[in-house]
């Protein structure tokens, strides 16, 4: 069997372990090795933000994360910003007016590279094809078995990521490390993902977009609201409002339902008089035209069917009272809350190690030395950058901690 001696090792080569690497290395650290499962290191950051890597956000507070967020106060100052961090590693980066901050080059391939660089001139081992099977702690540290090769490291750092995107090499296998070592796991579940609704409700929809506020509701109680851009899919909501929205929508499955103001501009009255107006003009035209001037056709009709508008009638023909109920429906569509889409849908898991289990180091509290960083903790974003920032951040605390620790 092959044995690798290493001060730091790290498992998983994604956005948090690349961060705990060059942190470990920064803070003296003379022998860090990154264990990654796939073939290559960053497979999954190459598929962020549609490809051009959302990497952080200007905005970024407390309320835009859910889950232990007191894990946020254990970020080491060090890393404040993460665009200071990626500028110290050559990337230059910009935001757009949302402030979400993307390389200047557009391309995830240049964040990657910044910290492929930064590992590779620091001396940072990397071991792809690198399952772990076993982990055991040890009086001097810890032993990481794939089957082949034995490492042999006095601090380990697990940032294996979740569950989301396993055809990018996500299964949540770090969770099971955790639980070998005497640590729990909360309920894990796919976010920021597609709503599923009942498929009657969407199918004349698919492929179709609407600007739209997306209130999630409970029992007629509000939970929380978001705005943007909807899209109908095979039985779903989708978009970055609805994604916001899934993290919670996932503990209200067949007890809750997402309503959508599709004329989130127009007050109720406003709309009332525009639609009114609209029809007197179109008098003589099919009611299916009704509404074209403000939605595309097809969620003009899907109104009408649902208010029970006949398409036998003409615009002349619709009554006040099929305006006040169109009206209705156009700022208050309600969905059920089927079930939030599987794991191949999501791009964040829910849930993880509770913040209970680590010390604000990032140090495990069952198991000396071990040190857990990013999305394995219970701790998530919503869309725009928050969930790598978290990454960023939260590596690159561990590593430096884990480092530091060294020589203590």
């Not at 022998?31 to 960053?42: A, I, P, Y």
């Not at 920032?389 to 430096?400: I, L």
Request: glycine share 10%; hydrophobic share 35%; net charge neutral.
């Amino acid at each position: 069997m092959k044995i690798i001696d290493t001060e730091t090792a790290i498992i998983g080569g994604g956005a948090s372990g690349l961060a705990a690497a060059i942190a470990a290395s920064r803070y003296g650290c003379g022998n860090v090795t990154v264990l990654e499962k796939m073939q290559r290191v960053g497979k999954k950051i190459l598929s962020t933000g549609n490809g051009r890597c959302n990497l952080t956000n200007r905005n970024i507070s407390p309320a835009d994360y859910t889950g232990d967020t007191e894990l946020l106060s254990y970020i080491s100052p060090d890393i404040d910003n993460a665009e200071d961090f990626f500028s110290s590693l050559g990337l230059i980066c910009r935001a757009d007016d949302n402030g979400r901050v993307y390389p200047y080059s557009n391309a995830a391939t240049s964040v990657l590279d910044a910290l492929r660089f930064a590992a590779d001139s620091s001396g940072i081992r990397t071991v792809c094809d690198f399952t772990v099977s076993e982990i055991t702690k040890t009086k001097h540290g810890f032993i990481i078995t794939d089957g082949e090769t034995q490492v042999k490291a006095k601090r380990v750092i697990i940032a294996a990521g979740g569950k989301a995107a396993p055809s990018l090499g996500s299964s949540g296998e770090g969770y099971e490390l955790c639980r070998s070592l005497g640590h729990s796991v909360t309920r894990l579940f796919p976010a920021l993902a597609p709503v599923r609704t009942d498929i009657e409700l969407v199918k004349s929809l698919k492929g179709l977009r609407v600007a739209a506020d997306a209130t999630l509701i409970s029992g007629g109680r509000v939970i929380d609201r978001q705005s943007g851009e909807v899209q109908f899919t095979d039985g779903a909501l989708s978009g970055i409002c609805i994604f916001n929205l899934s993290a919670k929508a996932a503990e209200y499955i067949n007890n809750g339902e997402i309503s959508l103001d599709t004329a989130p501009t127009l007050g109720k009255d406003e709309l009332y008089g525009l639609i009114k107006s609209t029809a007197a003009i179109r008098a003589s035209l099919p009611c299916e035209e009704l509404l074209t001037g403000i939605y595309h056709k097809r969620v003009g009709q899907a109104m009408l069917k649902k208010a029970g508008i006949p398409f036998s009638k003409t615009c002349g023909e619709i009554s006040d009272k099929d305006i006040s109920v169109l009206c209705n429906l156009a700022k208050d569509s309600r969905y059920p809350i089927r079930n939030v889409s599987d794991w191949s849908l999501a791009q964040i898991t829910c849930g993880g190690i509770p913040a209970s289990e680590v010390s604000d180091k990032l140090e495990s509290l069952k198991a000396s030395c071990l040190y857990l960083c990013g999305e394995i903790l219970n701790i998530q974003g919503k869309c725009g950058g928050y969930n790598l920032d978290w990454a960023w951040k939260s590596g690159y605390t561990a590593g430096m901690n884990a480092s530091l620790s060294l020589s203590e």
